[in-house]
């Protein structure tokens, strides 16, 4: 069963972190406001969540844009537990060893109940990185979805993955085999940052499995993001979309980095809306179906409206 930790707790939350300097946290341009959380819908959606004793990432990463998701029943589920097993500078998720019962058999009923009860057209669900697993979660992932098939078959389904870094491929596969609607997967920067950013992954290992998926089922959507605001520079934001399209990936989203507290990577900068209305039309000049590039825009955000359009953007290209 999921365990919730006391989310207040930074040193508990992150202790690879403990020992760095603090960093201050630069004020917000008024460009990024948010709602007020406190809605009916708001209300609704969290008692769902706790009744069925989910975790979601839009409350352990602190996403700005909860108040809006939550009022309209959109919830992030996080499956395989709370607890990652790596130690990436930009994320609030709470890392460290998994307990024992974080893997827990009954998760992918109650995340298929949940959305049911939502009555969700379109779900994501992603996980924490687990790189004690042998299959990184990947069977874990692929009951949640068949799970999801059974109880709610109307609702389409969107994967955002960890990379199951030294996981051989059949983890891919099992999860691909599932068939999910959309294959997500982040590749959350730019190379020359990974080192800083996100020390235990490797860019062209996430590259290299958002192409193997198209390569496995050519109908999958695939679809991947990045942070701007992490001390990239726009070059390296145009060859990370290069790349991407060279492994054929559908769907490109790019938001603002907000740095959760003074224990993780300083932002560098605030992207201007004005940028981020280049790089998207960059996007659309470099052949992605659909992009969302916005100060705001997160993996997940609008996920069930973007998909609709990816979905009316292959069919508009196939009849060209
Ligand atoms: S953008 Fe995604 S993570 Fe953030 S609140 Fe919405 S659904 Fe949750």
New binding site residues.
């Given amino acids: 069963m999921a365990q919730t930790r006391d989310l207040s707790d930074k040193a508990q939350r992150h202790p690879e972190k403990a020992h760095k300097p603090d960093t201050p946290i630069l004020r917000k341009p008024s460009w990024i406001r948010v709602k007020a959380p406190i809605s009916e819908g708001y209300n609704r959606t969290r008692k769902i969540m706790r009744d069925n004793n989910l975790t979601?990432?839009?409350?352990e990463?602190g996403?700005?844009?909860?108040?809006?998701?939550?009022s309209q029943g959109?919830?992030?589920m996080m499956i395989l537990g709370d607890i990652c097993t790596r130690g990436c500078t930009f994320c609030n998720i709470a890392t460290g060893k998994p307990t024992a019962t974080s893997l827990d058999a009954f998760e992918p009923g109650r995340v298929a109940a949940a959305v049911a009860k939502l009555g969700l057209k379109h779900v994501?669900i992603?996980s924490v990185d687990r790189d004690d697993l042998k299959d990184g979660g990947a069977e874990h992932f692929a009951q949640t979805i068949r799970a999801i098939r059974r109880k709610a078959p109307d609702t389409t389904i969107e994967v955002l993955t960890p990379d199951f870094l030294n996981c051989g491929p059949e983890a891919l596969e099992a999860v691909v085999e599932a068939k999910p609607d959309v294959f997500n997967h982040n590749l959350e920067t730019v190379p020359s940052l990974y080192p800083t950013v996100r020390p235990g992954a490797r860019y062209f290992h996430s590259l290299r499995i958002l192409q193997r998926v198209k390569e496995l089922d050519p109908s999958m959507f695939t679809k991947s993001g990045i942070m701007v605001g992490l001390g990239e520079d726009k070059q390296g934001v145009q060859q990370v979309m290069d790349d991407m399209r060279a492994a054929d990936i559908d769907f490109l989203t790019i938001g603002q980095y907000l740095q959760p507290t003074p224990k993780h990577h300083i932002v560098d900068r605030f992207v201007t809306p004005e940028e981020f209305a280049s790089y998207q039309s960059a996007a659309y000049g470099k052949g992605f179906l659909m992009v969302s590039a916005t100060p705001?825009t997160?993996?997940?955000?609008?996920?069930g409206d973007d998909f609709a359009q990816l979905r009316a953007a292959r069919l508009a290209k196939l009849g060209s």
């Fill in positions: 979601t990432v839009c409350e990463a996403c700005p844009n909860v108040g809006e998701c939550w959109h919830a992030t994501v992603t705001l997160r993996s997940s955000y609008h996920a």
